[in-house]
């Protein structure tokens, strides 16, 4: 059965430092992943995705993730947060029982100033 | 193109009543799955249509029913409110399934009075 946490449900930087966001997943055969990120009072919008091509995926806003299939883990970084960053990141793993994807908990990120 | 689209975005009920939510897919997107999202369960699928047949359920009582029609368009009900119904409701286009990358809509607040 398909799988994933999130490491940390709150993670605080300051503007202008690296952002790493932590993801294990668990899948008995090569999954899809993705990051998605959602702002107070908005839906969730893709950051990227890992389909079984490159394991370092580039995505939107300066986020990137690497696959790492012997750590079954799909960290999510940026190499410097800005102040927009700020919001709730969940990772996510395709392959329910129900056909469905399924989420992590979720980790909030603040940035300060 | 233009993104998904959920109406209304906010929705006030009362215990015992019924609601339903619209949601209006991508162009050319053929799945449209639901999800509820609350503050304890996180994000929760309730269920996949795709040309209007319903494909994958989550596990949800009967009072939560959905359809779709053929121009995608999908409509979900809930039935006999309940507090615990209060949530924010995602719904989330796709062009092939639920298990691919999948394109939220704004979600529909309700709150159970």
């Known amino acids: 059965a398909q799988s994933v946490t999130q490491l940390d449900s709150h993670v605080s930087v300051s503007e202008g430092t690296p952002v790493l966001l932590r993801c294990n997943y668990s899948?008995?055969?090569?999954?899809?992943l993705f990051w998605y990120v959602q702002h107070p009072n908005k839906g969730l919008q893709l950051l990227l995705k890992y389909t079984s091509a490159a394991t370092l995926v580039k995505g939107i806003n300066g986020f990137e993730a690497e696959f790492k299939k012997s750590e079954t883990s799909f960290h999510l970084t940026k190499p410097s947060a800005h102040m927009s960053d700020a919001a709730e990141y969940f990772c996510v793993v395709s392959g329910g029982s129900q056909g469905n994807l399924i989420f992590g908990k979720g980790t909030k990120l603040s940035v300060k100033p | 193109k233009a993104g998904v689209t959920q109406t209304p975005r906010y929705l006030i009920k009362t215990r015992g009543q019924q609601v339903t939510l619209s949601c209006s897919p991508i162009s050319g997107h053929r799945s449209v799955s639901w999800y509820q999202q609350t503050p304890g369960q996180g994000l929760q699928f309730l269920f996949e249509?795709?040309?209007?047949?319903?494909?994958n359920k989550g596990n949800f009582p009967g009072r939560f029913s959905g359809r779709q029609f053929s121009n995608s368009r999908s409509e979900m009900n809930v039935s006999t409110l309940e507090l615990g119904d209060s949530a924010l409701y995602l719904c989330?286009?796709?062009?092939?399934?639920?298990?691919?990358?999948?394109?939220f809509g704004p979600g529909t607040r309700l709150t159970v009075t």
């Open positions: 989330a286009s796709s062009l092939t399934g639920a298990v691919y990358e999948q394109y």
């Open positions: 899948s008995s055969y090569s999954p899809s």
């Open positions: 249509y795709f040309s209007e047949t319903q494909r």
